[in-house]
Structure formats: structure tokens, C-alpha cells
């Protein structure tokens, strides 16, 4: 993994409110435990994101916001803006998921927008890209990451990506249960960064951190992490479990 520093995000997508996700933080904030060589991060639901930035001030935990606009205010209606999201306490944004692009039509063009959005209020943003069933069995796994990669990281500078994670996440294996191999996921965590060299440069591919999503429990995440290219893990079911997200941060 050379110098990148791990990050293991919890994404709890349409699930919690106030009393459940307040506790749930502060118990994946009593087991995170101090580490200098990782990071944890918890995307909450929008409507409880400064209660849950709140109750983790006191950590070194970073709250994210699940998706983001990319104008500071306007008429937006039902969006949530980077500035909005600071001011919750927030300091990091998801962008891209796949829920997003398969169920509400996200496409490269618009999540592009909110990457150069959530970059430019300072977020860090986590940019999901990956490949559905159909695609994989197609062969055509690489061109579609590629393309997701290009499309969404358009326009960005060199300097943009210091703040800049990407999450692969198979379509195939988000919910599933069905996690890809440890080898899949390196062959396209291997990929990702040599393709972030291409359309940056090296120190880009070298320095970014590519985090593996999709069904990643506790029993899996050793074996992910021990891959030259995994960076961290985008977590979702077992993310809203304090015991379960504990052992995936507490990685070995
Ligand atoms: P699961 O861990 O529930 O498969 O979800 C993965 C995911 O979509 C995280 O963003």
C-alpha cells in the first residue's frame, strides 16, 4: 500500500434515524480505537448528518454526506449542497454510487458535476465507479471502468486528486453477499490505478486511494486489505452493525 493511509467508510444509505444512528455512531466511535496507519469514515442519511457530526466531534472520525450538488445554493429542490454539508459538520462527500446511477439516472456527466462541486467547497470526495453483472460476463469490466473514470474525473487537475478517493464497487456484489475474489478486486483495483496514471500521471495512480466495495464483512476484509491495491473499504450492511464495522476498521 506504500504511503496511502487506509480509509474504511461505513455507508449507511436509507437507514437510521436520530436515537439509532446517534447511538450507532457513538458505538463505532468507542471501537474505532486510534490508529495512525487508517481512517474511518460514516456517510449517515442527510437528515441526521450534523447530530451524527456532533456526537463523533470529539473523534477523529470524518461524516460524510451520501451524495452532494454542486452549486453552493439555488433552486435544487431535494439536493443538498457542499456548503449545506460542511455547515452539518461534514467534511467528505459520496458521489456516484451506484444506487444513483442505476435507480435515479445518475449519469458520468452529472456526477462530474458534483465531484467538481464537492472539490471545489473542499469536501473529500468519494467517487464510485464499477461494473454490472451484464458487463462483467461481457468482458466488458475494463472499458466501463475506464469510461467512468475519465467521464467523472473530467476537467480535474492533478491537485484535485489529493482530495479525490475512488471506490470500486461491482455492481454484482453491492447487497449481494457476493463479494468479488480478493483477486478480482486487485485485477481492478490494479487497473484503476494505472488508468488514473494515464489520464493524470503517476504520482496520481501512486497516491490515490482506491477503496473495494461490496459485501465486505469481517470475515473478508483481511484478505482485501492485504492487497497491493486495496486501499480501504466502502462498507455498507455491516456498517450498521458498532461490533461488525469495528472488526472491518480493526483490519489486520
Ligand atoms: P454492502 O456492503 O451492503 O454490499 O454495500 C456496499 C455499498 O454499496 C457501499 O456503498
Given at each position: 500500500m506504500g504511503t496511502r493511509k487506509a480509509l474504511i467508510a461505513g455507508n449507511w444509505k436509507m437507514y437510521t434515524t436520530v436515537v439509532d444512528g446517534c447511538r450507532l455512531a457513538l458505538d463505532v466511535a468507542k471501537t474505532a480505537?486510534?490508529?495512525?496507519d487508517r481512517e474511518v469514515l460514516i456517510a449517515p442519511p442527510f437528515t441526521i448528518l450534523s447530530e451524527v457530526a456532533h456526537v463523533l466531534a470529539g473523534s477523529d472520525i470524518i461524516v460524510a454526506s451520501q451524495n452532494v450538488c454542486?452549486?453552493?445554493?439555488?433552486?435544487?429542490?431535494g439536493e443538498i449542497s457542499p456548503v449545506m454539508v460542511r455547515a452539518a459538520g461534514g467534511s467528505a462527500a459520496i458521489v456516484g454510487h451506484s444506487e444513483r446511477r442505476q435507480?435515479?439516472?445518475?449519469?458520468d456527466e452529472l456526477i462530474n458535476r458534483r465531484v467538481q462541486g464537492a472539490l471545489a467547497f473542499g469536501l473529500l470526495t468519494i467517487l464510485c465507479i464499477g461494473e454490472t453483472l451484464d458487463e462483467r460476463e461481457s468482458g466488458k469490466t475494463f472499458e466501463v471502468l475506464a469510461a467512468q473514470l475519465k467521464k467523472g474525473l473530467a476537467s480535474l487537475a492533478v491537485a484535485d486528486m489529493a482530495k479525490v478517493v475512488i471506490a470500486y464497487e461491482p455492481v454484482w456484489a453491492i447487497g449481494t453477499g457476493?463479494?468479488?475474489?480478493k483477486e478480482q478486486a486487485q485485477e481492478a483495483h490494479a487497473f484503476i490505478r494505472e488508468t488514473l496514471g494515464k489520464i493524470f500521471e503517476k504520482t496520481v495512480a501512486e497516491q490515490t486511494r482506491i477503496l473495494y466495495g461490496g459485501s465486505v464483512k469481517p470475515t473478508n476484509i483481511d484478505e482485501l486489505m492485504a492487497?497491493?491495491?486495496?486501499?480501504?473499504a466502502l462498507v455498507g450492511?455491516?456498517?450498521?452493525?458498532a461490533e461488525s464495522f469495528g472488526r472491518i476498521i480493526h483490519y489486520q
Open positions: 480505537g486510534n490508529f495512525t454542486w452549486a453552493e445554493k439555488g433552486a435544487f429542490t435507480i435515479f439516472g445518475e449519469t457476493k463479494t468479488a475474489s492487497q497491493n491495491d486495496i486501499d480501504g450492511g455491516a456498517a450498521l452493525d
